[in-house]
């Protein structure tokens, strides 16, 4: 067996130290170790080009290698100062909107163009949607209990009671939130100091990683912008349970933000992984109700703690917005014919549709038969007919459902970030529809899909770009496929 060659730039857990030069797809910036014998790449997440970092290595081959960053030494001179407390959750905050625009259309299309193998892709560009709010646009946050903490002057670890967010790259330590991220709601985040201090008073423990062992593990809020009201979910271990009292932490909570209160939930999660909801835990609700409402273009949602919805609902509606323009370009596809709606998750694009269409009958997909269950429940909220939904993996249905092949005009598709699965997506190409609508949270997986796609007699016919996520390197693609 031929011996590996070993790479002459880097060695795996290296630390170095590296100008970023350029940016790349996924917010991974570029930084190149120059030498005798040639230049390197290197690629480091969350970075900006200007920034001098100190990054570990931790993938190598003989062409590039991919680092872990661990501080960012110098800023880069577009940088702006900001009045929100840095988090992993919002890399680039510190640089102005209008960059952050430029580097995700810059590198998506790039993409597509490497990828996807659409060299005309800059002709088929739409437009560039921008988030309405740029700051405090989520409305769901999760923020962890620690007893490890991180000393921001001396940039190391500490015994600490902490609430707030992991440090980038470190699973076991927390970092307090003292202020405002700039993400969430700014009242809210405000207090959650105040609510750090109540339980740190209570003597019980935060939730320690590498001991695997504590009380306090999450405290998980999630906000209605129709209604302001805030939902909150504590999530601790059963072991020390009695101590605790949580009918007066929720009289606490009402104390901080009064008639905002919808409702206070307790999970139980005795399981050592590291997530809010455990698969053997329980959840209870304990003060007021176990949902809140949320409206997108008219149409009312009702959200659980556990229901998946978009994070930025102002940004949500020009995003359907975008993929209702695309699917009634030519209604004559849409009027009076089948469109399906797969991965439909709690089936909001489908009501959309079938609220401006005139008899159009949407069949909506989603494995996930909770998602199911409230698509249901918020189309009759809605009073909006002519839906049909399934709770079943989107392959499986199709090979259950060959009755659909050949009498579908319009099909949406709206995945998760791993993409369809090729088998799945020739089923979906197998039904002969005229049109697809193809919306991805992860343009790298749609861009591969592209190919397969183009292969079956596919073309794009135009796409945006919707931010979604502004401060992060996450882009929303719409892409309007046309059989040839």
Not at 75 to 101: K, M, R, T, W
Not at 209 to 233: D, I, M, Q
Request: aromatic share 10%; proline share 4%.
């Amino acid at each position: 067996m031929p011996r590996r060659e070993r790479n002459k730039f880097v060695k795996r857990n290296q630390i170095l130290e590296l100008k970023i030069e350029d940016y790349a797809f996924g917010g991974k910036g570029i930084a190149r170790i120059h030498s005798d014998e040639g230049s390197f790449v290197i690629f480091v997440p969350n970075t900006l080009p200007g920034q001098l970092v100190k990054a570990q290595i931790k993938k190598s081959s003989k062409k590039y290698a991919e680092a872990k960053l661990i501080d960012v030494l110098q800023a880069s001179e577009n940088e702006i100062e900001v009045p929100f407390q840095d988090i992993p959750g919002a890399p680039y905050i510190q640089l102005p909107i209008h960059l952050q625009h430029q580097y995700k259309k810059e590198s998506t299309l790039s993409l597509f163009k490497r990828i996807g193998k659409v060299a005309d892709i800059e002709d088929l560009f739409d437009e560039f949607i921008t988030s309405p709010n740029v700051f405090h646009y989520r409305n769901k946050m999760e923020y962890g209990f620690s007893a490890i903490g991180y000393d921001r002057v001396v940039k190391r670890d500490k015994d600490e009671f902490t609430l707030g967010f992991k440090r980038r790259g470190v699973w076991w330590m927390g970092d307090n939130l003292e202020k405002d991220s700039g993400l969430f709601d700014k009242h809210f985040e405000d207090h959650l100091k105040n609510i750090r201090k109540y339980c740190l008073e209570t003597g019980l423990a935060p939730w320690h990683g590498p001991k695997k062992e504590g009380f306090f593990r999450y405290f998980v809020v999630r906000k209605s912008f129709k209604t302001n009201e805030l939902l909150f979910n504590l999530v601790t271990t059963s072991y020390d349970l009695p101590q605790f009292d949580l009918d007066k932490f929720a009289e606490f909570l009402v104390t901080l933000f009064g008639n905002r209160v919808a409702g206070l939930l307790h999970t139980i999660n005795d399981e050592v992984g590291d997530r809010t909801i455990a698969t053997s835990g329980s959840i209870n609700l304990i003060y007021g109700k176990d949902k809140i409402v949320e409206e997108l273009l008219g149409l009312n949602f009702e959200i659980s703690m556990k229901s998946f919805f978009q994070t930025n609902p102002k940004s949500a509606e020009k995003l359907y917005s975008k993929v209702i323009d695309y699917v009634l370009e030519d209604k004559t596809k849409v009027d009076h014919t089948v469109v399906m709606d797969l991965f439909c998750g709690t089936g909001t694009i489908g009501q959309i549709v079938a609220s401006k269409s005139d008899n159009a009958k949407i069949i909506g997909v989603d494995i996930v038969t909770s998602a199911i269950e409230d698509a249901k429940k918020n189309a009759r909220r809605n009073k909006i007919e002519g839906l049909r939904f399934y709770a079943a993996d989107v392959g499986k249905f199709l090979n259950q459902h060959p009755e659909y092949q050949n009498k579908i005009k319009t099909i949406i598709l709206d995945p998760a970030r791993a993409g369809i699965a090729p088998k799945t997506l020739q089923k979906i190409i197998n039904l002969n529809a005229d049109r697809m609508v193809y919306v991805s949270c992860n343009p790298a997986t749609q861009a591969r899909d592209t190919e397969l796609l183009r292969e079956a007699g596919y073309q794009i016919k135009k796409m945006s770009l919707v931010d979604q996520f502004p401060h992060t390197s996450h882009i929303e693609t719409v892409v309007l496929f046309e059989k040839s």
